[in-house]
Nanobody, 118 residues
Framework: QGQLVESGGGSVQAGGSLRLSCAAS????????MAWYRQAPGKQRELVAR???????GYPDFVKGRFTISRDNAKNTVYLQMNSLEPEDTAVYYC????????????WGQGTQVTVFS
């Protein structure tokens, strides 16, 4: 059974940086596209970054140029480097693993809180 465990959340002043990590276990990591989502109170969960098994990345406009997703297949870990943080980035951040082979299921982590204060 696969498991994703996020870490690296916390509180930071606006303009600061945080680096989130998501460690995967129980899955063939290289067979999954990985993504980070976030959910603020009262809002829907939204995609903030994604990376394919081959390392291609994609971002929505509201984080482009500030957030960078990367993965280390040797460590079964995906990262989210967040720079120039804004209070609007405050949310619970979730890691997602989506299999290339649709026979397998996707996974979600438990989430990590990011709070940006002005």
């Amino acid at each position: 059974q696969g498991q994703l465990v996020e870490s690296g959340g916390g509180s930071v002043q606006a303009g600061g940086s945080l680096r989130l990590s998501c460690a995967a276990s129980g899955i063939i990591f290289s067979g999954y596209a990985m993504a980070w989502y976030r959910q603020a109170p009262g809002k829907q969960r939204e995609l903030v970054a994604r990376i394919t098994s081959g390392g291609n990345t994609g971002y929505p406009d509201f984080v482009k140029g500030r957030f960078t997703i990367s993965r280390d297949n040797a460590k079964n870990t995906v990262y989210l480097q967040m720079n120039s943080l804004e209070p609007e980035d405050t949310a619970v951040y979730y890691c997602n693993a989506n299999p290339i082979n649709p026979y397998y299921r996707s996974y979600w982590g438990q989430g990590t809180q990011v709070t940006v204060f002005s």
